[in-house]
């Protein structure tokens, strides 16, 4: 069975790091394009971050550009994100999600994406 499962949310103070995790099972997730998304209340789910299959290629959403790091370990079919220099419209619930196919694109549009996880909190506020 296809699983995500995202961790590592909670709450920040402005300027503070967090490192989220995106554990894949079923799948290979080396293989697989991921993305991370998030969805503040009242607002649709967008696109921050993703990492494609194979070679590796990152995006980022611009208003997280420098400040989100995305990365991958195959060695534990897991996705991270590093986030610092967080700000309070950070705050949201965040995503990983899963394009399954190899050589799927790096893309920002959650229709793009099969299998996604939970979500976990993050909330950025003094």
């Known amino acids: 069975q296809l699983q995500l499962v995202e961790s590592g949310g909670g709450l920040v103070q402005p300027g503070g790091s967090l490192r989220l995790s995106c554990a894949a099972s079923g799948f290979t997730l080396g293989a697989s394009t991921i993305g991370w998304f998030r969805q503040a209340p009242g607002k649709e789910r967008e696109g921050v971050s993703c990492i494609r299959s194979g070679g590796g290629t990152t995006n980022y959403e611009d208003s997280v550009k420098g400040r989100f790091t995305i990365s991958r370990d195959n060695a534990k079919n897991t996705v991270y994100l590093q986030m610092n220099s967080l700000k309070p419209e950070d705050t949201a619930v965040y995503y990983c999600?899963?394009?399954?196919?190899?050589?799927?694109?790096?893309?920002?549009?959650?229709?793009?994406?099969?299998?996604w996880g939970q979500g976990t909190q993050v909330t950025v506020s003094s």
């Open positions: 999600a899963a394009r399954t196919l190899y050589g799927s694109s790096c893309s920002m549009e959650r229709y793009a994406y099969t299998y």
